[in-house]
């Protein structure tokens, strides 16, 4: 019973979050407009003014474009977890970009102790 219950509980909450990295880079067309939340490793950024475009990796190396304020962009290898809207289509500076986050809120985050888990 107690297995049943534990087991219970995680798909709960497994099943509350938000889509994934793996989701949004699979079919993005289906999150589309949706606000996310994604924890991710800054491999790269490129400034392009006020603004600057950074690549989210997780821990299995799958890769997402995200648009942040340039007083908020983080330094390079720092695990992040990123607020915003995904979008199709996202300007920054004269260059378009597809299937981004449109950052609202930037804050540090601890690397995943079990990336393997689920």
């Given at each position: 019973?107690?297995?049943?219950?534990?087991a219970v509980a995680v798909s709960i909450a497994v099943g509350a979050c938000g889509p994934?990295?793996?989701?949004?880079?699979?079919r993005p067309q289906q999150h589309y407009e949706e606000q996310v939340k994604?924890?991710?490793?800054?491999?790269?950024?490129?400034?392009?003014?006020?603004?600057?475009?950074?690549e989210l990796a997780d821990w299995d190396e799958r890769r997402i474009l995200a648009r942040v304020a340039a007083q908020d962009?983080?330094?390079l290898?720092?695990?992040?977890?990123?607020?915003g809207?995904?979008?199709?289509e996202l300007r920054i500076g004269d260059r378009v970009v597809y299937d981004a986050i449109a950052v609202e809120r930037v804050k540090k985050h601890?690397?995943?102790w079990?990336?393997?888990l689920f």
């Open positions: 019973m107690l297995r049943l219950a534990l994934k990295l793996t989701t949004l880079t699979e994604i924890v991710g490793r800054v491999s790269r950024s490129e400034a392009f003014g006020d603004q600057v475009l950074i962009a983080p330094p290898e720092q695990w992040v977890q990123v607020r809207v995904f979008v199709a601890r690397a995943p079990f990336p393997y």
